[in-house]
């Protein structure tokens, strides 16, 4: 019965999110243009450079570039944080209270359902790309990496999202967040191996990325598929990835108890 | 009857003054506005700020492996990145807020309101609203320019600078006019944020050196249709480059601001035509 009820939500957000096709595929044709730019501009770097940049060369370098366009296409949430925001803000969060359901269960299921129409709209344009780069793509050579692969993602996926919800839940507290979460996706877009492979960055930084939360929301399981980390560090890889998505977890369900506590249904 | 009939030369100065007044009310309306949420207001030059110094990590972390990129030095190219902050925070300073609400206002209808004040209806909805912080990161960009010229010992001329400054203002016209056509197709597809989500893609590669695109469709596309790798490149050519001749560069960003300008223009001009308001 329980089960019955998220699954009918799940429907909704499907139909819901069906509007948003086109937004979509803009999102994502559009999106090519800064992936050739970061390619182009490689290339240039590998000319001038003439060897490998930490064991990349320009063919591993794309090949990383096209996992996170794919990767971020698949798990990043797009809208989830500004309309959970917006329902706190303008106390349609009321409605939620009064439904025999968790509200973050009913946000995961809408995220999950977001996600899934989003990667089947984009699939095409992605597909092209993976065609016109094929000669730099690589499968990875053990099947357990696709193993490793798959939960580092799972994982990668709820940690963004209870990160987005975290945030989201100040708006109990603060009427205008858009600043708050611009200033976390300054950090994320930088240190989440967005704009370059991390461990292209200079040694001593190699502690904090190590540790740092961004790193396992996307760096982590592109590596994890080109095979650049394995064995006992994979393990413990994934140990850290696990302890922060508990830790998000932990501020998402706290925040929420709190908030709600606080929340006077503003125009409800 | 004949005392209302205004003489063509002092026409032009009358609308100029008057759209110039309807402006200057509209920027000081934004700056009260604006000044009512201090917090807010300093949290977006922070958020603007650590996009910027995120920008010069990443050229930091590169120039740690190379000593150029395509010929450009690792000063030359924080000038480059600097010239791009500078024109688009000045763009976003007079334009960005406005064109961003186009979709909402063609969806809810509230654009009817605007076609009907007695302006130019492009003016209308390009102009209600002003960020002064915006103002203060193009500042930030202005430094940065004048740090890195300072890195690479250069004294431009007064010639460079003024043709610089021209440079930028076509500049901020070619990113106007960008985001114009792309919420201008708002009137098409209903929930066009995609659409303001790919200005900020396509500018992405406006901060590159444009010797790293290979001459390709890629590069003319981008370089005369939607010309985002001239944008700021041709500027911080003629102020650091002396060694190359901006004069070629300046003239293609003369001719493919008009080109996209007037493209832009005549494409709202269609779009307003089979427009037929949401409410009621």
Redesign the interface.
């Given at each position: 019965m329980t089960l019955a009820k998220y699954i009918k939500v799940f429907d909704i957000g499907l139909q819901n999110t069906f509007?948003?096709r086109?937004?979509?595929?803009?999102?994502s044709v559009?999106?090519i243009?800064?992936l050739?730019?970061a390619v182009?501009?490689w290339?240039?770097?590998f000319?001038?450079?003439g060897e490998a940049?930490n064991g990349y060369d320009y063919s591993s370098m794309i090949f990383y570039f096209m996992l996170t366009v794919f990767l971020e296409n698949l798990i990043t949430p797009t809208e989830d944080e500004w309309q959970i925001a917006g329902e706190i803000r303008d106390g349609r969060i009321s409605s939620y209270l009064t439904k025999p359901m968790n509200y973050l269960g009913y946000r995961i299921v809408l995220f999950l359902s977001y996600r899934l129409l989003y990667i089947t709209v984009v699939l095409v344009p992605i597909i092209v790309l993976a065609w016109v780069f094929r000669d730099h793509l690589r499968m990875p050579e053990h099947a357990i990496t696709w193993l490793a692969f798959g939960t580092s993602t799972v994982m990668a996926a709820f940690l963004q999202f209870f990160i987005a919800y975290a945030l989201a839940m100040i708006a109990f507290w603060v009427l205008?967040i858009s600043?708050?979460v611009?200033?976390l996706y300054?950090?994320e877009?930088?240190l989440s191996g967005h704009?370059?492979p991390l461990d292209?960055?200079?040694l001593w930084l190699s502690g904090f990325i190590h540790w740092s939360p961004f790193t396992y929301e996307l760096f982590f399981p592109a590596q994890i598929f080109m095979e650049r980390v394995q064995g006992a560090a994979l393990l413990q890889g994934l140990a850290i990835q696990a302890g922060w998505l508990l830790l998000s977890w932990f501020c998402a369900i706290t925040l929420w108890s709190r908030g709600v506590r606080k929340y006077q249904a503003v125009g409800g | 009857m004949n005392r209302f009939v205004i003489q063509p030369p002092s026409f032009v100065i009358f609308i100029v003054s008057r759209y110039l007044e309807i402006y200057w009310m509209m920027i000081r309306n934004s700056l009260i506005r604006e000044m009512s949420f201090k917090a807010n207001f300093l949290l977006w030059i922070v958020v603007e700020f650590l996009w910027f110094v995120g920008q010069v990590v990443f050229l930091e972390v590169i120039y740690g492996h190379v000593d150029n990129i395509a010929g450009w030095s690792k000063w030359e190219c924080v000038l480059l990145i600097g010239t791009h902050q500078i024109t688009s925070q000045i763009f976003q300073a007079f334009f960005y807020v406005n064109l961003a609400e186009l979709p909402e206002l063609v969806r809810t209808g509230r654009l009817d309101l605007n076609l009907l004040l007695p302006v130019d209806a492009q003016f209308a909805v390009s102009t209600r609203k002003f960020g002064m912080d915006n103002i203060v990161n193009a500042l930030v960009g202005v430094a940065i320019v004048v740090f890195s010229l300072a890195k690479l010992h250069v004294v431009p001329s007064a010639m460079q600078i003024a043709l610089y400054i021209v440079a930028v203002g076509f500049g901020v016209a070619i990113h106007y006019a960008v985001l114009f056509g792309l919420a201008t197709a708002a009137f098409w597809i209903v929930r066009a944020q995609g659409l303001i989500y790919g200005y900020f893609n396509v500018f992405n590669i406006a901060r590159f050196p444009e010797s790293i695109f290979p001459y390709s469709i890629f590069k003319i596309v981008f370089s005369y249709f939607i010309p985002v790798i001239i944008v700021a490149n041709v500027p911080a050519i003629t102020l650091a480059r002396s060694f190359q001749s901006p004069w070629a560069g300046l003239a293609q960003l003369v001719v493919a601001t008009v080109f996209i300008v007037s493209l832009t223009r005549a494409f709202w001009h269609f779009a307003l035509r089979r427009y037929s308001s949401a409410s009621s």
């Open positions: 509007v948003y086109w937004n979509f595929l803009l999102r559009f999106g243009v800064p050739l730019g182009f501009l290339k240039a770097i000319h001038s450079k940049i205008e600043t708050i611009f200033i300054s950090f877009f930088f704009v370059f292209v960055m200079p | -």
